[in-house]
């Protein structure tokens, strides 16, 4: 088992910045590839970025590309996403997600993981 628990989301303005961390704790000693997703209210939950277990690949949805970059620190089980030029219809509770499955090349669906975080809230007022 592995427990995510994301931080640093707020209320910024727009054109402004945000760094999510994901802290990841339990069974940490496997080889995990990482996800963002995000939820609008009465959306459904959007894949925001992927990064490979060791942060040699990344990849990116057209919609956030060039504005959000995830990275990761293994040594300390975390996971960030930088989120810079935010837009207001970047609001969402964002979620970290985790998966040990060596079938997923790329994660860009929510079947693809195993492991959530609670979510933390971005709001970006225009």
């Known amino acids: 088992q592995v427990q995510l628990v994301e931080s640093g989301g707020g209320l910024v303005q727009a054109g402004g910045s945000l760094r999510l961390s994901c802290a990841a704790s339990g069974r940490t000693d496997s080889s995990y590839s990482m996800g963002w997703f995000r939820q609008a209210p009465g959306k459904e939950r959007e894949f925001v970025a992927w990064i490979n277990w060791s942060g040699g690949s990344t990849y990116y949805p057209d919609s956030v590309k060039g504005r959000f970059t995830i990275s990761r620190d293994n040594a300390k089980n975390t996971v960030y996403l930088q989120m810079n030029s935010l837009k207001p219809e970047d609001t969402a509770v964002y979620y970290c997600?985790?998966?040990?499955?060596?079938?997923?090349?790329?994660?860009?669906?929510?079947?693809?993981?195993?492991?959530w975080g609670q979510g933390t809230q971005v709001t970006v007022s225009s």
């Open positions: 997600a985790a998966t040990e499955r060596l079938t997923v090349v790329v994660g860009r669906e929510t079947g693809d993981y195993d492991y």
